[in-house]
């Protein structure tokens, strides 16, 4: 159990009221995935978490939305704690795969769709999302017909559509060209400058590098700071 | 209520197709009353057991519902439904909010074009009052067909196993009237036909069989959505 219990940043951002973990723990099917992770991040910024495939990065953000039950720990979120796992952030967009889009509409109709549950987001703010990802709104094509990257910037775009204070992205530059990485790269410092707390999960170093204030290293279900 | 409206409306064409599956059926049906082929006589009570039986139900009305349910079925099952609902309880009493006003909807047009195919295939006086327990009652037994829909596309996240559960559960009813002797209890469609000459006891004791089953199921689907773990089955659902 390596876990690194990074207490200066942990208080630093209880004061300015970040997403802190405090020795999360959880096991699937016998599996240690999360191992006493102890971290936060800071309100407003950029946080990058590296890791191998089956590190528990994407597990991670998986307990920080709420779409797991952590068996022990506890999660606060700006302020509000969500240790039992029943509630969820009340402002967050996310993009941790697999998403659910259906295939037979087009990426305008997916996002309406899934905008519906809550009402948060209008047709103007979801065309607004869909261009701000290089994505035309008034494309009529089945999602079924996307290609990789399109399909990636779709799953984005529905992460910012409501302009959430917290955004978790695991992968999101994954099957982008490099001008699509770039612009998603924009993207998120524009989030930031928004006032947006991000976290980004990849396994690409210099996509980190170029986004992040603060990166960590997870390995086998513990993090540390790098 | 307008956000669950959306829910069900929103392009759900798989709901325009089964509307029109069910209008072509009652057309048929219409034709076949009209003809005299298969129901003799004109009492109104015939025609529509005849309309909506237990075979009919059990091979295209509770079907038609599945497929109904298919695109909002697959939206609640989301994580977004459950986050955005903002708690894993009030996710669950979306849910059971949403089946019961989808089944007595789905209720409500099953019995209308009944009515409607009674109507126009025959000189039969329509008694729509008399129908009206009916149409609970099968609301009843279409919200238990959702909820049994729900509560395996949680469980095994996958649709077409929610599916089939759904149109066993009518089919099951069926094979239990007809097919196994006839001798095991339904709480299906076979438990929903309550007309006039139905007893007002017989009616309240078929009405709390339904409402226990509905708060059967309605405590599996809170406690799927109070434990589950979105995760992809390759990382042990």
Redesign the interface.
Known sequence: MDAYINSDAASRSDFDGGVVLSKVSKT??G?RVLDNVSVSFPKGGISGVRGHNGSGKT?ML?AI?????IDSGSIRIFGEEYAR??????S?G?L???L?L?D??SGL?NL???A?????ADEPAIRGALERVGLDPGDRRQVRSYSLGMHQRLCIAQAIMERPELILLDEPTNALDDDGKRLIRDLIVEEKDRGATIIVVSHDLSELDAVSDIQYQMTDGTIRER | MKRMACLFLNRNYQALIAIALLIIVRAIQSFAIKSGILIVGDSFEEAYEFCNASNIAAFVLVPLVAVALIRPAGIMATEHFAVWSQSRQIAAFRCFFFVIVFGLCASIVINASALLAIEIGSAIRVNCAGVALSTLMQGMVCAIASMLYMAFLLISGREAIAFMACVLYGLWDFMAQNVVGGGVPSIGWGLSIVLDTTPASDAIFRFAIFGMTLVALFLTIFICFLQKDYIPAQDGR
């Open positions: 699937i099917k599996k597990m998986r939305a709420g779409l797991i039950r796992g029943d509630v969820f952030p009340s967050i996310f941790i795969e697999p659910r259906w037979d509409l109709q309406k769709l899934l519906s549950i809550r009402g948060n």
